[in-house]
């Protein structure tokens, strides 16, 4: 019979493998993680959590000029960019150490490096080799940068978190979460910001009216969009970098952000050499259990490519600990998963888009709505909601729930709930709203647009 240190090796301390570790510990397994980085992964430390606390921190701009209107004699403001990446690290590190403890507390042992796998049972780390009967890669994801003249002048998400200085004039290059999000934090703390996108609208995949809404408040905000358009070289001048683009235009910019995409984070860890199935970009390839191609290694989270969200990695973490520790083999269900884009202003969506009802049902009505919210009325603020549901005619189940608009995540996500549980809408029309609340509007929307 063969020998293990661990039942349970986890390449990762990420969202979804410190979940996979915490409860696969609970339920008995000798359990260890590897992490070469920082507990918490991206979402702790360069995403979720930072970007929204930056978020929160680039609202203040709009706020401070809209309370003339309710009253308020709001005197000269100022932002301090240090001061603020400083309490943000602040809290970073805070939320370190609780996962440090979470591991600990469940008795999960955490190794400090780099861990490769030598084959299907054991791992290095470092000097150090280790033998598990399971293992889990939730190596997570890396962003990824073209190969052009000057591309060491730009930074990606990573960096832009840890910038000395508040940039005076900013080229974001891309068009999905990160580009928009970053676009509507740095143009909210002061700086003049151009989004380059080699597509017609950015959010590709979103819904087509989350799109255009979006691109029109962003616009209207005074952020320079240029769609149809990729960079092609960046060269640092006395004025700062001249950013090539593809129309032979130039810009200007004291920094460049690329957030063009990230790519599963698998290339060095010997997973092809243990016989792990890759796909092109690298992801590693999975059943509907997480398991890969070698019948004991599982992987969750970015490094497999399938819904790259924080809340799914945690979710597929859990499942993997579920069949392989508590006897309940489960599958994650990624139906009906809600997400909302931390943009200025945000956006939430869960279900279907209207273009993908559209080729998967036979007859689909669209109930949409544009609004200027209460807020505004005497705010000054020319800002517009959008509120849309995508409805399968047939059986009057509502398919898709979208909208732009002020605090769109919080509202979605408990619409999200009653997509899960198949809602139709007569039911969505029979629910007695919250007034005067924006959120009223997705059950008081009657008129078709279709």
Known sequence: MESFDYDFFVLGAGSGGVRAARVASQYGAVVAVAEERYLGGTCVNVGCIPKKLLVYAAHYQEDFREAAGFGWE???????????IANKDHEIERLNGIYDRLLRGAGVEIIDGTARMIDRHTIAVGDRRVRARYILIATGSWPTMP????????????????LKSLPRRVTIVGGGYI??????????????????????LFLRGFDVDIQTTLRDELRRKGIDLRFNASVEQIERTGSGLNVTVDDGRALIADQVLY??????NTATIGLTECGVALDPVGAVVVDEF??????????????????????TAIAEGQAVAETLFHDNPTATDYRMVPTAVFSLPSVGTVGLTEEQARREYAAVDVYRSVFRALKHTLSGSEEKTMMKLVVDRETDRVLGCHMVGPEAGEIIQGFAVALKCGATKKQFDSTIAIHPTAAEEFVTMRQKVN
């Open 259 to 264: 957030a063009i995409g990230r790519l599963p």
């Open 74 to 84: 709001v005197g000269s403001t100022a932002f301090d960019w240090g001061r603020l």
């Open 179 to 200: 580009a928009v999000e970053f676009a509507g934090i740095f143009h909210g703390l002061g700086a003049e910001v151009t989004l380059v996108y080699r597509g017609d």
């Open 147 to 162: 190969v052009i003249p000057g591309i060491e002048l730009a930074i990606t998400s990573n960096e832009a978190f840890h």
């Open 290 to 311: 997480s398991r890969s191609s070698v019948p004991n290694i599982y992987a969750v989270g970015d490094c497999t490519n399938r819904l790259n969200l924080t809340p």
